[in-house]
Antibody, heavy 122, light 106 residues
Framework: EVQLVQSGAEVRKPGESLKISCKGS????????IGWVRQMPGKGLEWMGI????????RYSPSVRGQVTISADKSISTAYLQWNSLKASDTAMYYC???????????????WGQGTQVIVSS | DIQMTQSPSSVSASVGDRVTITCRAS??????LAWYQQKPGKAPKLLIY???SLQSGVPSRFSGSGSGTDFTLTISSLQPEDFATYYC?????????FGGGTKVQI
């Protein structure tokens, strides 16, 4: 069974750093794109970016490029989403998401993590 | 970026009703479209991929159609567990983008 298990909820102050994680199991971690989707309170889904753990190829949405870093450690089948300086507007639920590959490109998301709530407040 | 526009933003329906949700892409995306269902406090769930392919385990009352720029998700006979928010997502080019969502409510 494919599972993506995310790290727990976080509360931080503006300006602080944070790294959340997503551990994959039940499949070959290096063969699927894994990405992050943001959902702000009461809002819709926003695709942030993606990494291919096999070769660390990473792509970002223009809306978050430079604001976050996506990485992966294939030795422990874990992907990460990192901020160096959080803002109040980063308050959201963050989901990791496994993408169905097609010809080396990511397509639909067939498996989701349970979500990590991030609250940024002074 | 490819913009995805869903309509309606919300729909009121009853158990047994046929419900249709539409999604329009700002440019042609062939059949690179997926549909997801999200219930409050839960992660989204894949219903349809490649515009019309039913994900394993998803009831057959859900169906998808369309290609190019116009797509449709149909629930043939609404069940109590189908009250949720539905999102379309294009997978033709990066960044992948979602529609704004359609809330199906009683």
């Amino acid at each position: 069974e494919v599972q993506l298990v995310q790290s727990g909820a976080e509360v931080r102050k503006p300006g602080e750093s944070l790294k959340i994680s997503c551990k994959g199991s039940g499949y070959k971690f290096t063969s699927y794109w894994i990405g992050w989707v943001r959902q702000m309170p009461g809002k819709g889904l926003e695709w942030m970016g993606i990494i291919y753990p096999g070769d660390s190829d990473t792509r970002y949405s223009p809306s978050v490029r430079g604001q976050v870093t996506i990485s992966a450690d294939k030795s422990i089948s874990t992907a990460y989403l990192q901020w160096n300086s959080l803002k109040a507007s980063d308050t959201a639920m963050y989901y990791c998401a496994r993408h169905i590959p097609h010809s080396d490109s990511p397509t639909a998301i067939d498996s989701w993590g349970q979500g990590t709530q991030v609250i940024v407040s002074s | 970026d490819i913009q995805m526009t869903q309509s309606p933003s919300s729909v009121s329906a009853s158990v047994g009703d046929r419900v249709t949700i539409t999604c329009r892409a700002s440019q042609g995306i062939s059949s690179w479209l997926a549909w997801y269902q999200q219930k409050p406090g839960k992660a989204p769930k894949l219903l349809i991929y490649a515009a019309s392919s039913l994900q394993s385990g998803v009831p057959s009352r859900f169906s998808g159609s369309g290609s190019g720029t116009d797509f449709t998700l149909t629930i043939s006979s609404l069940q109590p567990e189908d009250f949720a928010t539905y999102y379309c997502q294009q997978a033709a080019s990066l960044p992948l983008t979602f529609g704004g969502g359609t809330k199906v409510q009683i």
